[in-house]
């Protein structure tokens, strides 16, 4: 039972152009929403994050958009870059023991060419 | 640089034979995890520790061990690995509450 869906295993963009991630979910309890990026031998990379209270957060080239009602999130990265080629995570949080747990999907394998 | 550690970076174990994974930090983190994360799939929460409260997940089996000495380390210990075991451990600190963890490398378990 995926609680948390990225549909696209992968995604090819070009240089300059934008990439839009998708990630769906299913559980209403999550309360906050992350995206992690991962390089290989790496561990994932804290990117950018939204509160379930809101609709928007932006830092720089990285905007992740929530729709509550649709439990849908996306990830659009603008301008794209060839550094940004890398495994992209999405991840839903809830309080379990006085820690969050991280609900992960399973990936989207980002690839900017030239 | 404030940092999340993982030894090894690779271990290769025998069927039935017991591993320990180790990890440490820097942060000074309260909450420490440990994920599993098997080819292809996403990283799964095995169990965390806040403070030196262990809180296990449901599903997460009795191979599956973890003991934190102190704020700085915590180890992953599989009692008798087997060969579904072998993944990508993730080990990730958060401070309190705060949703987000910062991971380590990983260490990639191979079991023979």
């Known amino acids: 039972d995926q609680q948390v869906k990225q549909n696209s295993p992968s995604l090819s963009v070009q240089e300059g152009r934008i990439s839009i991630l998708n990630c769906d979910y299913t559980n209403s309890m999550f309360d906050y929403f992350l995206w992690y990026k991962k390089y290989p031998a790496e561990g994932p990379t804290f990117l950018i994050s939204?509160?379930?209270?809101?609709d928007k957060n932006e830092d720089g080239r990285f905007t992740v958009f929530l729709n509550k009602s649709a439990k849908h999130l996306s990830l659009h990265i603008v301008p794209s870059q060839p550094g940004d080629s890398a495994v992209y995570f999405c991840?839903?949080?809830?309080?379990?023991?006085?820690?969050?747990?991280?609900?992960f999907g399973t990936g989207t394998q980002l690839k900017v060419e030239l | 640089d404030a940092m999340v550690i993982q030894n090894p970076r690779y271990q290769v174990t025998q069927f039935g034979k017991p591993v320990t994974l180790s990890c440490s930090q820097t942060?000074?983190?309260?909450?420490m995890y440990w994920y599993q994360q098997k080819s292809s799939q996403a990283p799964k929460l095995l169990f965390h520790y806040y403070d030196k409260d262990f809180n296990n997940e449901a599903d997460t089996p009795d191979n599956f061990q973890s003991r934190r000495p102190n704020t700085s380390f915590c180890f992953l210990d599989i009692r008798s690995p087997g060969l579904g075991d072998a993944a990508m451990y993730l080990c990730?600190?958060?401070?309190?509450?705060?949703?987000?963890?910062?991971f380590g490398p990983g260490t990639r378990l191979l079991v023979l």
């Open positions: 991840a839903a949080s809830e309080l379990t023991g006085g820690g969050n747990k991280l609900t």
């Open positions: 990730a600190t958060s401070m309190g509450v705060v949703e987000t963890q910062y």
């Open positions: 942060l000074n983190h309260n909450v």
């Open positions: 939204i509160s379930s209270i809101k």
